[in-house]
Structures are given as structure tokens and as C-alpha cells.
């Protein structure tokens, strides 16, 4: 019998019994009431059967509790079972692999980002120095009412700030940037934010997933790691291992 099932038949049980009950006080106010025709008998029989119902909600309760427990000691060994086949059937390998994939991913998304920033950097750094050059120049040959020669113009502005247009090329150190006029933009974006960016990417659309995100950039990076590297076994073996194939 299912638990459901015992409750059912309790349910029955105590409807049954508080009939028997009812009839039992309402033969009981008819002899108060005078009525001489309920016989001792009548009544005796009323209240055995009230007395036998009674017994069976006490059978039924007892059947109730059989089953609950029954049901109980079932699941239980289903969820034992289910425990044993995790932890002898748990395999970490295809998280070890995932994890040093996406950390070799990561690794070469900084080092591409980085060495675009540095050549980005690099050109910028003498985009300003020339520049700064060019206006030097430019406002002394405005100053002294000559030709500053060159592809800067004859007429120069004194406020001018990008005498390098006349190149074709403007350049900024922060962020570092590098505009060639009519062709296009470099600018660099740092890597740290790029590969922080690229996780956001993949956790944005599961808030406890970004929550367990910002938890984890919210501590120092080593407590990090190293609270990770306890809480995985293996994982830092299979992090440290070379790469196959």
C-alpha cells in the first residue's frame, strides 16, 4: 500500500467512525429526550460497531505510518544507490580538459591583445612625438610668418592639435589609439578586460553563473586559485601537464 493510498483509507476510517459516533449520541439523546422505544440492545450494538470503527482509524493510522515508512526506506536506498553509481562512475578527466582548454584559450586571447596593444602603442607614442613635433614647428613658422615646408600648410592655426592631419594620421597615447585619415581606427583594448570581458560573455545569460563570477573577482586572484585547486582535486596536476598531441 502506498502512502497515498493508506491516507485515503484513514480519510474513510474516520468518516466511518464519526457516523458510528453520531448515531451513538443521537440514539443516546433520544433516551434523554424520553423516546422509550431504544432498546439497551440498540444501543449496546451502536456503540460496539462506534468502538469497532474506532479500532480500525487505529488500524489505518498504524498502516499510514507502515507505508510512510516503507516509502521512505525505499527512497532512501534509491538515492543510496543513485550516490554510488555517481562516485564510482565520476569522471573528472573531461573537466580537467575543459578547464586547461579555456585556460590556454584565455592565455592566447591575452597574448594575441597584447601584442596588438604594443604595436598599437608603439605607433602611437610616435604619432603623439611627431605630432607634437609638427606643431612646434608649425607655430614657429607662423610666429616668424614663413613657410614651415613639408605637407604642413603655409597657413597655420596656433590652436591647431593636429598639425599630423596634414600626413593623414592622428595618434593618442590613452587609450592608445592611431587614426589614418579616411582609412580607419586602431585602438587598443587591455587584455585583462578583453579575457574578463569574454567571461562575461559566456556566463551573462545565467545569473547565479555571473553571481559566482563576480564572487570570484571580488577576492584576490591566489586565494581564488587556490581555494579552487582544494576544491577540485587534480585539477591543478592537470592544469600543470603539457599539452597532447
Not at 594575441?112 to 607655430?139: C, F, G, H, Y
Not at 584576490?220 to 577540485?232: D, G, K, N, P, Q
Given at each position: 500500500?502506498?502512502?497515498?493510498?493508506?491516507?485515503?483509507?484513514?480519510?474513510?476510517?474516520?468518516?466511518?467512525?464519526?457516523?458510528?459516533?453520531?448515531?451513538?449520541?443521537?440514539?443516546?439523546?433520544?433516551?434523554?429526550?424520553?423516546?422509550?422505544?431504544?432498546?439497551?440492545?440498540?444501543?449496546?450494538?451502536?456503540?460496539?460497531?462506534?468502538?469497532?470503527?474506532?479500532?480500525?482509524?487505529?488500524?489505518?493510522?498504524?498502516?499510514?505510518?507502515?507505508?510512510?515508512?516503507?516509502?521512505?526506506?525505499?527512497?532512501?536506498?534509491?538515492?543510496?544507490?543513485?550516490?554510488?553509481?555517481?562516485?564510482?562512475?565520476?569522471?573528472?578527466?573531461?573537466?580537467?580538459?575543459?578547464?586547461?582548454?579555456?585556460?590556454?584559450?584565455?592565455?592566447?586571447?591575452?597574448?594575441?591583445?597584447?601584442?596588438?596593444?604594443?604595436?598599437?602603442?608603439?605607433?602611437?607614442?610616435?604619432?603623439?612625438?611627431?605630432?607634437?613635433?609638427?606643431?612646434?614647428?608649425?607655430?614657429?613658422?607662423?610666429?616668424?610668418?614663413?613657410?614651415?615646408?613639408?605637407?604642413?600648410?603655409?597657413?597655420?592655426?596656433?590652436?591647431?592639435?593636429?598639425?599630423?592631419?596634414?600626413?593623414?594620421?592622428?595618434?593618442?597615447?590613452?587609450?592608445?589609439?592611431?587614426?589614418?585619415?579616411?582609412?580607419?581606427?586602431?585602438?587598443?583594448?587591455?587584455?585583462?578586460?578583453?579575457?574578463?570581458?569574454?567571461?562575461?560573455?559566456?556566463?551573462?545569460?545565467?545569473?547565479?553563473?555571473?553571481?559566482?563570477?563576480?564572487?570570484?573577482?571580488?577576492?584576490?586572484f591566489s586565494s581564488t586559485i587556490e581555494r579552487l585547486m582544494?576544491?577540485?582535486?587534480?585539477?591543478?596536476?592537470a592544469l600543470q601537464k603539457p599539452a597532447q598531441?
Amino acid at each position: 500500500m502506498t502512502p497515498a493510498e493508506a491516507r485515503e483509507a484513514l480519510e474513510t476510517a474516520r468518516t466511518e467512525a464519526a457516523e458510528a459516533h453520531a448515531t451513538v449520541e443521537a440514539l443516546a439523546e433520544r433516551v434523554r429526550e424520553g423516546d422509550e422505544h431504544v432498546t439497551p440492545e440498540e444501543l449496546a450494538g451502536q456503540r460496539s460497531l462506534a468502538d469497532l470503527a474506532g479500532l480500525r482509524v487505529e488500524a489505518a493510522e498504524r498502516k499510514l505510518a507502515a507505508a510512510v515508512g516503507a516509502d521512505r526506506d525505499a527512497r532512501a536506498k534509491a538515492v543510496a544507490a543513485a550516490a554510488r553509481k555517481l562516485v564510482s562512475q565520476d569522471d573528472m578527466q573531461p573537466v580537467y580538459d575543459a578547464a586547461k582548454a579555456a585556460v590556454e584559450a584565455l592565455q592566447h586571447l591575452v597574448a594575441v591583445s597584447t601584442a596588438r596593444t604594443e604595436r598599437i602603442k608603439a605607433v602611437s607614442v610616435q604619432a603623439v612625438i611627431m605630432n607634437d613635433e609638427l606643431k612646434a614647428v608649425a607655430r614657429a613658422a607662423a610666429e616668424a610668418k614663413v613657410t614651415p615646408g613639408g605637407g604642413l600648410p603655409v597657413r597655420y592655426e596656433a590652436e591647431e592639435p593636429w598639425p599630423s592631419a596634414a600626413y593623414g594620421f592622428r595618434g593618442q597615447t590613452f587609450p592608445p589609439t592611431v587614426t589614418v585619415l579616411g582609412e580607419g581606427t586602431a585602438t587598443a583594448v587591455r587584455p585583462g578586460r578583453m579575457a574578463a570581458s569574454v567571461l562575461a560573455l559566456a556566463l551573462t545569460d545565467d545569473r547565479q553563473l555571473a553571481g559566482e563570477a563576480r564572487e570570484v573577482f571580488n577576492a584576490s586572484f591566489s586565494s581564488t586559485i587556490e581555494r579552487l585547486m582544494a576544491e577540485v582535486p587534480g585539477l591543478d596536476e592537470a592544469l600543470q601537464k603539457p599539452a597532447q598531441g
